[in-house]
């Protein structure tokens, strides 16, 4: 039986990136002159969301092409600077030995973020979990400045385009990680750290703090 693993990033297989979120967050905001700032507690309560909504979140007046641009300066912080992202940055309690056990079983697995690709390729290198996941299997979605939209459904259906699996196993710390794919040959896995509380909004097959719950799915 073959079965797809689908993965999201941020609150799944990593931890500690809400404070690299932040701190990036507030310098972008000072060097465009704005007095407003995000702390941890929005960011945990924003986690998992294009990161323009962090800024959509503090500066509800402004235009979606503003919390764009806001985004765009981040990112530029970022790459001049990988050390802040990179510090906080971590795998997620026993991701690797998880992510290992599905490989050695012989199942597919793909990792889908709403992250600027650039900086996802980096997220997934700093955490050394390329071997997993390389190009053909790492997609960015959401919404992001002079780069094309995508869901995360569409890229979910344009990997299983043309392929055949069995069983779809979606593991997600927010309602949309855990939607990309539907039906009865579909169970989800609505993750969060053992210090955090659950999402509403979703009807997972399953709530779990530990991410060895999974293989038993195998």
Known sequence: MKKLFIWDFHG???KGNEYDAVELSNMALEEFGY???????QANGLYGLSWYKYFEHVLPNESNERHLDIVQKALEIENRDFSIARKHTKPNDHAHEVLKIIERAGHDQILISSTYPSS???FVAWVKM??????????Y???HKDIPLFTKQERAMEYMKDKKFD???????????ISVVGGPN???YLYTHPEKQFRDGSNPTYRIRDLRE???EL
């Open 12 to 14: 799944t297989l990593e």
């Open 35 to 41: 007095k407003e700032r995000i702390n941890i507690k």
């Open 120 to 122: 996802l390729t980096n």
């Open 130 to 139: 390329e071997k997993y996941f390389p190009k053909e299997k790492l997609f």
């Open 141 to 143: 979605a959401g919404r």
């Open 167 to 177: 069983h779809i196993i979606i593991i997600g710390d927010s309602p949309k990680d």
């Open 186 to 188: 579909v169970t989800s």
């Open 214 to 216: 999974v293989l038993k």
